[in-house]
C-alpha cells in the first residue's frame, strides 16, 4: 500500500499536496477505489480510499486510523558535521530508525565550514530527504532536523536531555549496555557524533560537565556515518521499539 502525505483532514477527507497528488496521479497512476496509507506528518496514520483524481488534485476518505509507528524513545542526534553527502545518509538511516530530531553542530575538527545561508540550504535539503524516508518506512511524523548549530549553542541545547550520551574512542569499557543498567527509564536521550577527526577532548570534557555519558561502541574506530547509524540502532534496541 502506497503511502501519501496529506493536508489536515476535514470531516474524514483529505487531498494530497501538489508533489504528492502528481505522484500518485501521473506517476503511480492510481484510481478511485485504491487504499492508501494517509500521514499527516505529525503522527497521525491512515487507512484511506482515494474518492476522485483530477488534473493536480487527488481527495481520499480516510478509512480508519492506523497504529503509530514512533518509538517510546526520543532521541536526537547531535552529529559533527561531517564531509561530502554523508549527512544525507544519516539522515535518512536515523529516519528508518525513529529518531526524533537530527542536529549538525560545527565541531572543532569539522573540515566543513557553513554559514548560515550555506546551512540553511543543508537543513532544507535534509529535511526532504527525512520526509521521503519517514514515508517509505510508514512514519506518521518525520524527524526534526535542525540548522547547523555552533559549539556554545549545542552545549545548551544538550543540558535539555534526560540522558546524554557521547560514543568516543577513548571512553574505555564502558557500553551502551552500561549505560542502560544505569538509567534504564530513560525516555530522552541525546546522542552525539564526532566528525571525521573526532570530538576533541575540550568538547568531551565539557560535555562531561553538563553529565555527558561516554561509551564505547567497540575496539575498531567507526566512521562518524557508521557510528551514528550503530549508536541509534543499539539505542533503540535498548530504550526503545526494535
Known amino acids: 500500500?502506497?503511502?501519501?502525505?496529506?493536508?489536515?483532514?476535514?470531516?474524514?477527507?483529505?487531498?494530497?499536496?501538489?508533489g504528492e497528488a502528481k505522484h500518485a496521479a501521473k506517476v503511480l497512476r492510481l484510481k478511485p477505489g485504491d487504499e492508501v496509507c494517509a500521514l499527516d506528518g505529525a503522527g497521525g496514520r491512515w487507512r484511506g480510499e482515494i474518492e476522485a483524481v483530477s488534473d493536480g488534485d487527488?481527495?481520499?476518505?480516510?478509512?480508519?486510523?492506523?497504529?503509530?509507528?514512533?518509538?517510546?524513545?526520543?532521541l536526537t542526534v547531535y552529529e559533527g558535521i561531517p564531509k561530502a553527502d554523508k549527512l544525507d545518509f544519516i539522515a535518512?538511516?536515523?529516519?528508518?530508525?525513529?529518531?526524533a530530531a537530527l542536529t549538525p553542530v560545527r565541531m572543532e575538527r569539522c573540515v566543513?565550514?557553513?554559514?548560515?545561508?550555506?546551512?540553511?540550504?543543508?537543513?532544507?535539503?535534509?529535511e526532504k530527504i527525512a520526509r521521503e524516508a519517514a514515508k517509505q518506512c510508514g512514519r506518521g511524523r518525520f524527524p526534526r532536523?535542525?540548522?547547523?548549530?555552533?559549539?556554545?549553542?549545542?552545549?545548551?541545547?544538550?543540558?535539555?536531555?534526560?540522558l546524554l550520551l557521547i560514543p568516543w574512542e577513548e571512553a574505555g569499557g564502558r557500553g551502551l549496555k552500561d549505560a542502560f543498567a544505569a538509567a534504564p527509564g530513560a525516555r530522552d536521550i541525546g546522542?552525539?557524533?564526532?566528525?571525521?577527526?573526532?570530538?576533541?577532548?575540550g568538547e568531551v570534557a565539557a560535555m562531561a560537565e553538563i553529565g555527558g555519558v561516554t561509551v564505547t561502541l567497540g575496539p575498531r574506530i567507526l566512521r562518524t556515518e557508521t557510528?551514528?547509524?550503530?549508536?541509534?540502532?543499539?539505542?533503540?534496541q535498548l530504550w526503545g521499539d526494535i
Open 145 to 162: 532536523v535542525e540548522r547547523p548549530l555552533d559549539w556554545p549553542r549545542a552545549l545548551e541545547e544538550m543540558k535539555r536531555h534526560e
Open 191 to 201: 546522542i552525539v557524533i564526532g566528525p571525521e577527526g573526532g570530538m576533541s577532548p
Open 58 to 74: 487527488v481527495r481520499l476518505r480516510l478509512i480508519e486510523g492506523l497504529d503509530s509507528h514512533e518509538s517510546p524513545l526520543r
Open 112 to 126: 566543513v565550514k557553513l554559514d548560515d545561508r550555506d546551512g540553511e540550504k543543508r537543513r532544507e535539503r535534509l
Open 227 to 236: 557510528a551514528a547509524v550503530v549508536s541509534a540502532a543499539l539505542a533503540m
Open 92 to 99: 535518512q538511516k536515523l529516519t528508518e530508525l525513529g529518531a
Open 1 to 18: 500500500m502506497h503511502s501519501f502525505y496529506i493536508e489536515p483532514p476535514v470531516d474524514g477527507v483529505a487531498r494530497l499536496p501538489a
